[in-house]
């Protein structure tokens, strides 16, 4: 046991004597949902240069490390995939587009836009952070996409509107849980449930925002068949 210590010993000292250093140099600044303190927080991007030390004193370079991105707030350093993750403003605002857009979609779909159709589009995107949208202001917008696009009211799913609908989801669907990216095809479900059943064009429309939200093929049915269930 006595080498053992003995072995040990020396490791220790050796490492006192014995170790390395990162210099950072900041390349970049903006601003991240920070990982660990769970919000939005400003960030710099660093690279580093290692350097060998000998009782602290930079000797030799080990090569270079980094980029890592440095929270401002708790000075944690977090892979540069930290950056993929919108901040919470930007969540807001692709999550509330995503939900305009779909009722947009849904509602040209659905034929001439129904009052029940356009009421329960516009409490949906109220709800999702346009505190001023109207029936009316939805009707004009869906009429006004009808005229720019030549698209007919309840034509199936053209390819400009499944391109829209991926604009929208595609982005989104990545930070959201499952049931967030249900709840987004059910609120489109309801607007086209709310002035009667299905048509084809609008079941084909709510499986393309079933598949721009990666839900299964089975997912989108069963959710489907759950909005026309009353709650």
Do not use: K
Not at 202 to 223: K, P, S
Request: proline content about 6%; hydrophobic content about 40%; some cysteine.
């Amino acid at each position: 046991m006595l080498p053992e210590r003995g072995r040990d010993g020396r490791a220790s000292g050796l490492a006192r004597v014995l170790g390395h250093r990162t210099a950072w140099t900041p390349v970049g600044d903006g601003e991240f949902f920070c990982p660990g303190c769970g919000g939005d927080r400003n960030y710099q991007r660093l690279t580093g240069r290692r350097r060998f030390t000998v009782l602290g004193v930079p000797v030799l370079p080990r090569g270079g490390t980094g980029p890592v991105v440095e929270c401002a707030a708790c000075r944690r350093h977090f892979g540069t995939d930290a950056l993929d993750h919108p901040t919470t403003t930007r969540f807001s605002a692709m999550l509330r587009d995503a939900v305009h857009t779909v009722a947009l979609a849904v509602l040209s779909a659905s034929g001439p836009c129904a009052r029940t159709s356009l009421e329960t589009a516009a409490v949906a995107v109220r709800a999702a952070g346009f505190p001023d949208c109207t029936r009316e202001q939805l009707a004009a917008l869906v009429d006004a996409l009808a005229a720019d696009t030549g698209r007919v009211h309840g034509e199936p799913c053209t390819p400009g509107l499944a391109i829209e609908l991926h604009e929208a989801l595609d982005p989104l669907a990545p930070h959201l849980a499952a049931a967030g990216r249900e709840s987004i095809l059910l609120q489109g479900a309801r607007i086209a449930l709310a002035d009667g059943p299905y048509t084809s064009a609008e079941r084909e429309v709510l499986a393309t925002v079933g598949t721009a939200l990666t839900l299964h093929a089975d997912d989108v049915t069963r959710l489907l068949a759950a909005a026309r269930t009353p709650s």
